[in-house]
């Protein structure tokens, strides 16, 4: 089992930046992606990123391409979620997850099998 505990959300305006974090624990040592998704009210979730917990290669959405960055700190078992230049419409809840596959389908929701429970963000115009 791993175990997944997001923070960092709030209220910012547009423009502005915030930065999620996810702390991992558990069997970390079968976890080979960490992904981060969203969910906006009314819409399925999506991807946002994602990242290799070995080789820490990465992988982006094109709609947060450029503004949002994915980093891990292996020694604090910690995901994070760097967002700057908020839009309103990134608004959601963000998801922390994690899968034991590193590939083609780490853009997929079902390529993880363990997600942490949410964090709220809402970017004001």
């Known amino acids: 089992q791993v175990q997944l505990v997001e923070s960092g959300g709030g209220l910012v305006q547009a423009g502005g930046s915030l930065r999620l974090s996810c702390s991992v624990s558990?069997?970390?040592?079968?976890?080979?992606?960490m992904g981060w998704f969203r969910q906006a009210p009314g819409k399925e979730r999506e991807f946002v990123a994602a990242?290799?917990?070995?080789?820490?290669?990465?992988y982006y959405a094109d709609s947060v391409k450029g503004r949002f960055t994915i980093s891990r700190d292996n020694a604090k078992n910690a995901v994070y979620l760097q967002m700057n230049s908020l839009k309103p419409e990134d608004t959601a809840v963000y998801y922390c997850?994690?899968?034991?596959?590193?590939?083609?389908?780490?853009?997929?929701?079902?390529?993880?099998?363990?997600w942490g429970q949410g964090t709220q963000v809402t970017v004001s115009s």
């Open positions: 997850a994690a899968g034991d596959s590193w590939g083609p389908t780490v853009g997929e929701l079902y390529n993880y099998d363990y």
């Open positions: 558990g069997r970390t040592f079968s976890t080979y992606a």
């Open positions: 990242i290799s917990w070995t080789s820490g290669s990465t």
